[in-house]
């Protein structure tokens, strides 16, 4: 009885650890198990934390990662491709639109060069209908010398009317030549006679006898001219052909 009164005072005494130590002793086997598989799980999932990924799951990741990237490049040289075709296209339409408006630019040309062309060959065989007309008045100027005043009333009406057809051919483009004391040109003169003179170069045109024209920058009509030739050039006399045919 003494003993027991003396642990009991002892157990007061000491109290909470002692009770600690009761409890730690009366822990049945099950519950220190169940804290053993605790302790357990709790160092797996720490020890899951710190290791990397699995070797299965990284190869498949880099297969994946692998078959993304040949996906995307087969994508972009698809879409390169098609930008290549395009641009070519692009370049054969262009070149086509260019070649196209050069031909119509030339066509466009041609049509108003051939207009242009028609125009001033019809309006050439329209003048060149008139011409004569105009050389019979300036013939009979030249050659008509009136004396009386009823004459030269008819001289003047007619003159009248070759100035107003002169001023009709000035207003379409016609000019005269004027030729006289010019070198002689092939191009623009017709030579019908040649006389021989010393007072002028050979070649220089003395006289026209048929006026020639101009229908703007063309030439409308040659001019007949009679050119002036060297003394030499003129025929023996029939005396001394017939001397020499004797000897």
Do not use: W
């Amino acid at each position: 009885m003494d003993e027991n009164k003396q642990v009991n005072n002892t157990s007061q005494q000491l109290g909470e650890p002692i009770e600690v130590k009761q409890a730690m002793k009366s822990d049945s086997p099950a519950e220190i198990n169940s804290n053993e598989s605790g302790s357990e799980v709790t160092e797996q999932m720490a020890a899951q934390t710190n290791v990397p990924a699995e070797p299965a799951l990284t190869e498949e990741n880099g297969v994946a990662a692998a078959e993304q990237t040949e996906v995307n490049t087969a994508a972009l040289a698809e879409l390169t491709q098609q930008n290549e075709s395009l641009k070519a296209q692009f370049e054969e339409r262009s070149t086509q639109y260019m070649r196209i408006a050069a031909d119509f630019e030339n066509y466009r040309k041609r049509i108003s060069k051939e207009k242009e062309d028609t125009e001033m060959q019809v309006k050439r065989n329209t003048i060149m209908e008139l011409l004569p007309v105009v050389d019979n008045f300036e013939r009979a100027r030249a050659h008509l010398k009136p004396q009386t005043d009823g004459e030269m009333t008819i001289h003047k009406s007619y003159q009248g009317v070759y100035k107003q057809l002169v001023d009709c051919l000035k207003r379409l483009g016609v000019s005269p030549m004027r030729p006289e004391g010019q070198e002689f040109d092939p191009n623009l003169h017709e030579a019908v006679m040649r006389q021989p003179t010393d007072e002028h170069p050979e070649g220089t045109i003395l006289e026209e006898l048929v006026r020639g024209y101009y229908l703007g920058e063309r030439i409308l009509r040659h001019a007949m001219v009679k050119v002036a030739a060297p003394k030499e050039d003129t025929p023996s006399e029939p005396e001394d052909e017939s001397n020499q045919d004797n000897n």
